[in-house]
């Protein structure tokens, strides 16, 4: 036999077997309810009874809702910058699609507001601190894409809830967009 062929028989593993370098992602889906947004959620509900014509943005969502880079260069150059021309329409779209729902929701609502910033910032937090450094890395657009829905995507969802403001998976992704636009998030 010669020195560098390995044989294995006749045995179990427990795990990855490789010659090699693994190169695998072990992720874990367990996603738990937030009991901060469903005491949110009951607290809108009463709100939105109580007072349907407050218009004022609390301090966090306007930050969200600003520009916080003096380099202006859109949400489409952003994209561009980053390698992901492919998504400019799509992510045009999810972003004006959020936005509107955003503005919606938060106009009448300080606890629609407190909602859509605890939202916001969890995505905001999620692509700065798990998705952002592989894209400087130069990960593929594969692995940050699947990571995107597994760290992102999928605990928004299960942190929806009863999802009073029916947000889907499109609007988390119009989330990413809308804070990509806003500077808050960056792709390159």
Known sequence: MPENDISVTDTSIGGSFTGRDDNSIHINNSYSRSLYLED??????????????????????????????EDIIGLENKLRNGNRERLIKYAIDVKEKFHKKLMKTSQYSIVAQDINVYLLSKVRR?????IYSLICENESEKKINMLITERIINPVKADLG??????????????????????HIQWN
């Open 40 to 69: 949110l959620y009951e607290k809108f509900q009463k709100e939105k009874e109580t007072n349907p014509e407050l218009k004022d943005l609390c301090e966090e969502l306007d930050y969200f809702n600003s520009i916080i880079d």
């Open 126 to 130: 999620g692509f700065v601190m798990e």
């Open 162 to 183: 009863i999802n009073l403001f029916r947000y889907d998976e499109d609007d988390i992704m119009g989330m990413i967009f809308f804070l990509t636009g806003n500077c």
